[in-house]
């Protein structure tokens, strides 16, 4: 899966792979939704509590990566 520096990307593609997965029942599309969302968790910081948006950079937490994950 698609794992780059700005993680509210991943989290728009894990979306996008999970309506697949709804409208084809193909378990890929499942395994790697699954996927996505462990490395989405790795995102996660107790400082401020939140997702970084970038994965060089924990001082930034947008809505635009919360929202979609």
Do not use: F, H, V
């Amino acid at each position: 899966g698609y794992k780059g520096e700005y993680y509210d990307d991943t989290a728009w593609i894990g979306l996008t792979i999970l309506r697949l997965y709804d409208a084809t029942k193909d378990a890929k599309y499942l395994a790697t939704a699954k996927d996505l969302w462990i490395y989405l968790q790795g995102a996660w910081d107790e400082t401020n509590g939140g997702l970084n948006w970038r994965t060089t950079d924990n001082s930034s937490k947008n809505s635009c990566t919360m929202g979609p994950a």
